[in-house]
T-cell receptor, first 116, second 114 residues
């Protein structure tokens, strides 16, 4: 399968612990996005990378959240000192240059975080 | 502020009947408009887009959408629904000024019964 891959698919953690999610985009895509989706809501933008550069961050991305894309390929999203409000589905998407200009994103299946 | 509204949480339709899933938006400048579909335990999938030109755009699986600038709407339509169309549908808007960030609606659950 050559689609967007996210790991782990489900993470259960205790409040205060750190968690990290990984996203492997489609190999030829240079743009990568993180979104968060809670039950009954549409995806909310978190951050966007073009190659290794983080070009945009949402105000939703508090200082406990950090995202990296060190070599312009895979990306990680780390949440420090998790809170129950962080429980959500974290979605990764990627696109080519043309796709990003027109919003055609390819999404992974998501990583579900449950904070107890 | 940019926003997308999907006024119906659920739409139910009989197979073979036409379907409409509604979407209205508020965005500064000219928008790019999209529909995505989410099947159970699957990632969001791109369905169709409006960038410019003809107000009626056609997409995957026989879906189409009509852009109405005066009403700021972008309703999703299909002439004849299939049971397999049952899924969660999201409308999204990308303001012209952004780098690719999409604003999504809350989603509409479409159920097509046999």
């Amino acid at each position: 399968d050559t689609g967007v891959s996210q790991n782990p698919r489900h993470k259960i953690t205790k409040r205060g612990q750190n968690v990290t999610f990984r996203c492997d985009p489609i190999s030829e895509h240079n743009r990568l996005y993180w979104y968060r989706q809670t039950l009954g809501q549409g995806p909310e933008f978190l951050t966007y990378f073009q190659n290794e550069a983080q070009l945009e961050k949402s105000r939703l991305l508090s200082d406990r959240f950090s995202a990296e894309r060190p070599k312009g390929s895979f990306s990680t999203l780390e949440i420090q000192r998790t809170e129950q409000g962080d429980s959500a589905m974290y979605l990764c998407a990627s696109s080519s240059g043309q796709g990003a200009n027109t919003g055609e994103l390819f999404f992974g299946e998501g990583s579900r975080l449950t904070v107890l | 502020a940019q926003s997308v509204a999907q006024p119906e949480d659920q739409v139910n339709v009989a197979e073979g009947n036409p379907l409409t899933v509604k979407c209205t938006y508020s965005v500064s400048g000219n928008p790019y408009l999209f529909w995505y579909v989410q099947y159970p335990n699957r990632g969001l999938q791109f369905l169709l887009k409006y960038i410019t030109g003809d107000n009626l755009v056609k997409g995957s699986y026989g879906f189409e959408a009509e852009f109405n600038k005066s009403q700021t709407s972008f309703h999703l339509k299909k002439p004849s629904a299939l049971v397999s169309d049952s899924a969660l549908y999201f409308c999204a808007v990308r303001p012209f000024s952004t780098l690719g960030r999409l604003y999504f609606g809350r989603g509409t659950q479409l159920t097509v019964w046999p």
